[in-house]
């Protein structure tokens, strides 16, 4: 009797899918991705860590996000990463790898542009024009969304700072200050991030999405600046086009909409 089995990509598959996709060598690449989507893959999640980086070749940074819970004094070489999946969580492990420092919204980066888009930042806004994904949107880097969605995009926020959405929710995170452990308050853009999904039809219309599959996965790979100029070109009609109606009972944007100040 057969026995299903479930196929194992091997690397040098995955980096010929991610190659044919358009990941480029020398590329500056930010990755969002959800492991599981992505299916069986050879050596597990080093294993896709392993097939983005022969995709890129030496010349090429890889980055992906590095974010945490704010909730203890940041310490990039210990503190672990909340909600980024396991494959951004074992990647600022592995030798060799930077991380930025900002103490909710860390992220890592190896390759010859890493010690730039890891260097320190302003506390808020996390994702603006000075920061990892700002850095990477200046030397025209690529994204790439593994099997999740525009909604995990940080380029989008980098369009939000950029357009100074009137939306914020201070956040308490922990930081050291002379030495000592304090809460500051920094603001970020928040909503549910529903709304970012509207980038896959402006990106479609504009030609600047291309998509396909990297094992299991659906994958979307886009340039930085096509995604903050097709998300400004929207917020400057409407600077809440990414929050959910009022009557839609979303949670998040509610308290979004909430934060506005009077004009
Ligand atoms: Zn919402």
Known sequence: ???????????????????????ARGDVLVVHTSFKAVGSVENGPPGLIAALRCALGPDGTLVMPAMTDGESVFDPARTPTLDMGITAELFWRQPGVLRSTHPGASFAASGPLAERICAPQPLEPPHGADSPIGRVHDADGKVLLLGVSHSENTAVHLAEAIANVPYSIAHPTVVEIDGVAREVSIAESDCCCQGFKQLDAWLRERGAQREGTVGDATARLCSARAVVAAALERLRADPLVFLCAPDAGCEECTLARASIKPA
């Open 1 to 23: 009797m057969r026995k299903l089995e479930r196929v194992t990509f091997t690397i040098e598959q995955l980096a010929v899918q991610l190659q044919a996709l358009g990941v």
